[in-house]
Nanobody, 123 residues
Framework: VQLVESGGGLVQAVGSLRLSCAASGRSISNNNMCWLRQAPGKEREFVAGINRSGGGTYYADSVKGRFTISRDNAKNTVYLQMNSLKPEDTAVYYC?????????????????WGQGTQVTVSS
């Protein structure tokens, strides 16, 4: 499966962006999915996860209440709605398959990374 992220860009603080992760090659409807991010000079970190049906979602404390992960299995796409953005949200955002439990935050469970999309939040 190939994952392609899109929707990143430059936005002012408190603004919003919606990221998309489109899958091709096969259906991802049987996969848990996740979003991660990596800021310059920092390790990649878990942002949000979603189970196969979309009924279970999980968030890092730093984004809880501001970001919403969702999926449309008919479109083979996962989304990340980001509201109330802060400069510290600036990073490259990646989506990935999660081969572990839907709530897993272990990077060893994540694979088939996309190329990432840059999100820059100005103050």
């Amino acid at each position: 499966v190939q994952l392609v992220e899109s929707g990143g860009g430059l936005v002012q603080a408190v603004g919003s962006l919606r990221l998309s992760c489109a899958a091709s090659g096969r259906s991802i409807s049987n996969n848990n999915m996740c979003w991660l991010r990596q800021a310059p000079g920092k390790e990649r970190e878990f942002v949000a996860g979603i189970n196969r049906s979309g009924g279970g979602t999980y968030y890092a404390d730093s984004v809880k209440g501001r970001f919403t992960i969702s999926r449309d299995n008919a479109k083979n796409t996962v989304y990340l709605q980001m509201n109330s953005l802060k400069p510290e949200d600036t990073a490259v955002y990646y989506c990935a398959l999660n081969s572990g439990y839907s709530w897993s935050r272990r990077e060893s469970d994540f694979g088939s990374w996309g190329q990432g999309t840059q999100v820059t939040v100005s103050s």
